[in-house]
């Protein structure tokens, strides 16, 4: 069987198209294909469809999946059609799209293994620079988010995440109903919420169908949620509060330490749950247990905390809250007695979760993922690349969908 043909087939070239030569140089461990279109060909114009002959060619190569451990590149006279409509257009061509250096097979493997390696080792891997997968990653990413339906979100979190040192922030929004990642952008305030809402539009959705909302108490947040989703009630996160309880009792620990060198090095004791403590943090525990500190005090009123989200209803929820708050100000220890005061000004935030019953807590997992992948790819240079990540791992991406014509066969 002729060689030229066999590549052909194996290629899914149809016609115009077929392979014209191959040119094989075992030192260099490389194969090139080089492919053409038929004389008298026609071509259709990539706006409007209407066929019409090539009005001139311009060569062009694209890396292709390796031939066994030689790289492989596909390199064709690529014409433009003189369209009546739309004057001279440059074709497009079966095997890749327009601006990318890879064969579609190629970029379908790219996004196969940045699945599950980071961008630099997969670069490593296929021996290209990590800027060109960052390329083909944030192309098919976006191209698949475009595809997107939020017409029925109706309940969403948003969470921050620190991804370099100093004031750099993301802030993530989240489908609770789907468990995906909707939305990514820079910054923590309350434009971010002016952001998301951009985006939902764009998505066939309405600020005016978003009911719910979870988020901490970051005042940017809950500002934002105000203005941008006029419709919603906000749940103050529940982790969040134990987060601002564990805070205040570590603050109480520090006060104190200095006065009492027992409670050096015990942080974690008194931040775990009693469940998860060793032998020994139990039995450290209980000897500073015996003493008559305010941490402990402190240490007994975050265990009084956590019985709050066990309440039937919101009725009992809200007299367990006003019970703690009282006791709260009544130890005279100032760090509870702040946080009680906060508990109070956002009352009815934190009570709406015996209506919503939603919490942070699945993007706070989101998170976890996302931070294993910055450990692994040793920080990300810029957010887009980490916002990219974080909707490759967490956006329910459907990249079978996207415009994207369908990639050459194995």
């Known amino acids: 069987m002729d060689t030229n043909l066999l590549f052909t087939a194996a290629l899914g070239l149809q016609p115009p198209w077929e392979v014209k030569s191959l040119e094989f140089n075992a030192g260099e461990r490389r194969l090139d294909i080089l492919v053409d279109f038929q004389r008298g060909a026609s071509f259709p114009c990539p706006e409007c469809g209407a066929a019409s002959k090539a009005h001139d060619t311009e060569e062009k190569t694209w890396r292709h999946l390796d031939f066994f451990q030689h790289a492989a590149y596909l390199t064709a006279r690529v014409p433009r059609c003189n369209c009546e409509t739309h004057g001279v257009k440059t074709v497009d061509v079966p095997w890749g799209r327009k601006g990318s250096g890879f064969t579609l097979m190629f970029e379908a493997l790219i996004m196969v293994l ?76 309350a434009a971010t919420l002016g952001a998301f809402v951009a985006d939902l539009k764009a998505h066939g959705g309405k600020a005016e169908q978003i009911r719910d909302v979870c988020c901490d108490m970051s005042p940017a947040f809950i500002a934002g949620i105000r203005e941008h989703l006029p419709k919603a009630e906000i749940t103050l996160d529940r982790f969040h509060l134990m987060k601002l309880m564990n805070d205040a009792l ?70 367990f809250l006003n019970d703690w708050c009282t006791m709260a100000h009544a130890s ?68 079978n969908k996207t415009p994207t014509r369908n990639p050459l066969p194995t």
């Open 250 to 319: 570590d603050a109480v620990r520090r006060s104190e330490s200095p006065s009492t060198p027992g409670l050096k090095k015990t942080r974690y004791h008194w931040l775990r749950n009693p469940g998860d403590l060793t032998k020994s943090q139990k039995a450290r525990l209980k000897e500073l247990k015996a003493m008559n500190l305010q941490t402990v005090e402190a240490y007994q009123m975050k265990l009084l905390l956590q019985d709050f989200f066990e309440q039937p209803n919101r009725r009992a929820g809200s007299m």
């Open 332 to 399: 005279g220890i100032d760090p509870l007695m702040r946080l009680a005061t906060t508990f109070q000004s956002h009352r009815r935030g934190i009570l709406n979760w015996w209506r919503s019953q939603i919490s942070n807590g699945l993007i706070e997992g989101i998170n976890s993922l996302i931070q294993a992948a910055i450990a692994k790819a040793r920080g990300y240079r810029n957010p887009r690349n980490l916002i990219s990540i974080a909707y490759l791992i967490a956006g329910k991406l459907d990249f």
């Open 114 to 189: 940045v699945r599950e390696m980071p961008v630099n080792a997969v670069a490593r891997l296929v021996g290209e620079h990590d800027t060109r997968i960052w390329r083909v990653l944030n192309h098919h990413v976006e191209e698949a988010r475009a595809k997107l339906d939020f017409a029925k979100v109706e309940t969403i979190c948003v969470d921050d995440k620190s991804y370099r040192r100093g004031h750099n922030y993301l802030s993530f929004f989240m489908d609770l109903d789907l468990r995906r990642v909707m939305f990514g952008t820079e910054g923590r305030n």
